[in-house]
């Protein structure tokens, strides 16, 4: 079964910084999704980003990034410039492409902004 | 409005009661999905459907009955609610597999 490992609970940063959010996975499959979502206090789940397996390239969307190390099964979330709204839970996530997949989440993490 | 509605948004039931909360998108994915999230435990799989009439259980599906008659609608049903059932609830759909999943705004349940 796959699992999604997010080891650290919670995180802070100062604003403007940069913070890493880190997420590891166990899959023994070669093709498939990898996701952060982030739920703030409203409750609503947003997708940040998304990454296919067979992409070397790190996918980034505006001040999000990623650092996605196949080999090592790391997906990690790079924050920059970290803004007040950037506090929430984030969630990393994992889909394999076969028959009956299903997203898998973490434990999540919850990020706090300090002004 | 195009997207994903879940209702009620609030409920608060008893032991022993039948609850069912609603799900309903307007974006014909074919796929779509119940989460429990709890704290310490993140977002955990009760059902999922691929389809209109096909449905398979996910990781918690202990105490739940779900069904799929219309591909715009999956409900969730609590048979006889019991106070570990008490967590927000999250549908979700997505087109296809691989395709980011999109959530509704959540119910949060509290059994008593």
């Known amino acids: 079964a796959q699992t999604v490992t997010q080891s650290q609970p919670e995180m802070s940063v100062q604003e403007a910084e940069t913070v890493t959010l880190s997420c590891t996975y166990d899959t023994s499959e070669s093709d498939y999704y990898l996701f952060w979502y982030k739920q703030p206090p409203s409750r609503q789940m947003i997708l940040v980003i998304r990454?296919?397996?067979?992409?070397?390239q790190n996918a980034t969307e505006n001040r999000f990034s990623v650092n996605f190390q196949k080999a090592a099964k790391s997906f990690s979330l790079k924050i920059s410039d970290s803004q007040l709204g950037d506090a929430a839970m984030y969630f990393c996530a994992y889909t394999h492409t076969g028959a009956n997949s299903k997203l898998t989440f973490g434990k999540g993490i919850t990020l706090s902004v300090r002004p | 409005d195009a997207g994903i509605t879940q209702s009620p948004r609030y409920k608060i039931t008893e032991t022993g009661r039948q609850v069912t909360l609603m799900c309903h998108q307007t974006w014909s994915h074919s796929y779509m999905f119940w989460y429990r999230q709890d704290l310490g435990h993140g977002l955990r799989l009760i059902y999922y459907?691929?389809?209109?009439?096909?449905?398979d259980k996910g990781e918690v599906p202990d105490g739940y009955v779900v069904s799929r008659s219309k591909t715009e609608n999956f409900p969730l049903t609590l048979e006889s609610a019991t106070r570990s059932q008490t967590s927000v609830y999250f549908c979700?759909?997505?087109?296809?597999?691989?395709?980011?999943?999109?959530f509704g705004n959540g119910t949060r349940l509290t059994v008593t």
């Open positions: 990454q296919e397996a067979y992409k070397q």
């Open positions: 979700a759909s997505s087109e296809s597999q691989g395709s980011p999943l999109h």
């Open positions: 459907s691929a389809a209109a009439d096909i449905t």
